[in-house]
């Protein structure tokens, strides 16, 4: 997508929707990450007004508030931990955009942004991303895990596409299925 479609995309979002300290709009992936995490702390994102995509289903199915509430602790460009050696070349080195963990440390939900840009750990599985994203909730005790993909609504196909075949390459013992949410007007 041309850099005109991206700064189309940033401009549509409401202007509500600031950097709480300057009052500045987003104007890239990272800083969108950033106002979401902000707002969220500040209570200001209503979860069950997003909604969600889950594979096979022609419309939004859920809201996000099935995934993430209000009370959520939220971390931006949190580390994945992992043990020494295969885990640390799978996810060791990755930093989903944000996390979403229940007080209690029983759901947590993996948020990856993204407005235009290839995944910066391969796209297609098994060796994707996404796929790793999902593996490194495998291994996690919570009892609800989730991964969440948001982008804009006209590239949604392309991310959509890359989101379910890393769900149906990963055996998944996720509790729910990855979801995919779009901001902005539609193409």
């Given at each position: 997508m041309p850099r005109e479609e991206i700064d189309g995309f940033l401009k549509s979002i409401p202007s509500r929707f600031t950097d709480p300290l300057t009052d500045i709009h987003p104007s890239s992936e990272r800083e969108l990450s950033a106002v979401l995490a902000a707002k969220h702390q500040l209570r200001q994102v209503r979860w069950d007004a997003v909604r969600l995509w889950s594979r096979d289903a022609p419309e939004p199915d859920e809201c996000a508030s099935s995934v993430i509430e209000v009370g959520?602790?939220?971390?931006?460009?949190?580390?994945?931990?992992?043990?020494?050696?295969?885990?640390?070349?799978?996810?060791?080195?990755?930093?989903?955009?944000?996390?979403?963990?229940?007080?209690?440390?029983?759901?947590?939900?993996?948020?990856?942004?993204?407005?235009?840009?290839?995944?910066?750990?391969?796209?297609?599985?098994?060796?994707?991303?996404?796929?790793?994203?999902?593996?490194?909730?495998?291994?996690?005790?919570?009892?609800?895990?989730n991964l969440l993909l948001i982008c804009p609504d006209c590239n949604r196909d392309w991310y959509a596409k890359r989101l379910w075949a890393a769900a149906a390459k990963r055996k998944l013992s996720v509790n729910r299925r990855p979801s995919l949410t779009t901001f902005g007007v539609q193409s």
């Open positions: 959520d602790l939220v971390f931006c460009e949190y580390p994945l931990f992992a043990n020494a050696g295969m885990e640390v070349d799978r996810w060791g080195a990755m930093a989903p955009d944000l996390i979403f963990l229940s007080t209690d440390m029983q759901r947590l939900t993996l948020v990856e942004c993204k407005l235009d840009s290839h995944f910066t750990h391969a796209d297609m599985p098994p060796d994707g991303q996404l796929s790793r994203y999902l593996e490194f909730l495998c291994h996690l005790p919570a009892n609800k895990r």
